[in-house]
């Protein structure tokens, strides 16, 4: 499904940004675009330090850019405060970013039920367990995280991130410890869905699966 007729869900128009300053200053974005439509499965590959953990962490709203605007759902993201960026993110967006997305005392499980805020979709009760099951970690639910490998933390985290079924996933590296038949397997899982994806990854076959290819290099995309 290309979709390139439906809805823009993530417009970043010219972002750019860089870290440290005077010689050590280091340009990592150099006046992004980058157009997520609904529905739309996006890869985006680069070289390790190219820049993708950053974008994703703009676009989730995580930091803010030297220039450019990012909108999601087109809400303009610039004109926020944090705490407003905070309940974008609660409302539209889910983030699996490439460590620490779970809360260290509640179980797998519970993770996920925190994440679904069960007061506010009530007649959902059966689906973080839905969620873990799909992914193939149900059977880890009592564990906590401290007990879980690091695969299967992975695909907890990502039933974190869609249990509040948002209308855009951000994933940085989300399979990269994952045996390849399973990573397939949560590909199809995170492909397979409704939502936009931004999927970032250093898997060249695992991005063509989706509908377009970005590559970073040197601070800009390209198509590939
Ligand atoms: P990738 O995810 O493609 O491997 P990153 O976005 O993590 O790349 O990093 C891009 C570059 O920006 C790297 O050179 C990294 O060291 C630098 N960088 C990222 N975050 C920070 C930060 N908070 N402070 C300073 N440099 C950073
Ligand atoms: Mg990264």
Redesign the pocket.
């Known amino acids: 499904m290309s979709g390139a007729h439906r809805p823009r869900m993530l417009v970043a128009e010219g972002v750019s940004k860089a870290?440290?300053t005077g010689t050590s200053r280091?340009v990592?974005l150099e006046s992004v675009d980058l157009v997520v439509h609904d529905e739309e499965k996006v890869s985006l590959v680069?070289?390790?330090?190219?820049?993708?953990?950053?974008?994703?962490?703009l676009v989730a709203g995580l930091?803010r850019p030297d220039a450019g605007r990012i909108s999601i759902g087109g809400v303009a993201t610039d004109g926020l405060d944090d705490a407003g960026r905070a309940a974008l993110r609660a409302e539209r967006v889910g983030v699996v970013l490439?460590s620490d997305n779970l809360i260290p005392f509640l179980t797998a499980l519970e993770n996920v039920e925190l994440a679904m805020g069960f007061t506010r979709r009530p007649g959902r009760r059966g689906r973080p367990r839905e969620l873990l099951a799909a992914l193939g970690v149900d059977h880890r639910r009592d564990h906590l995280p401290r007990r879980l490998s690091g695969g299967e933390a992975q695909r907890v985290s990502i039933a974190v991130a869609l249990a509040n079924a948002p209308a855009l996933l951000l994933a940085?590296?989300v399979v990269g410890q994952l045996d390849s038949a399973t990573a397939e397997h949560v590909v199809d899982v995170i492909f397979g869905s409704e939502l936009a994806v931004l999927f970032?990854t250093h898997d060249e076959s695992l991005a063509a699966r989706g509908d377009r290819r970005l590559r970073?290099v040197d601070g800009s995309l390209v198509e590939w």
Request: cysteine-free; overall charge negative.
């Open positions: 870290f440290g280091t990592v680069g070289p390790s330090g190219s820049g993708k953990s950053t974008l994703l962490s930091g490439q940085d590296e970032v970073l």
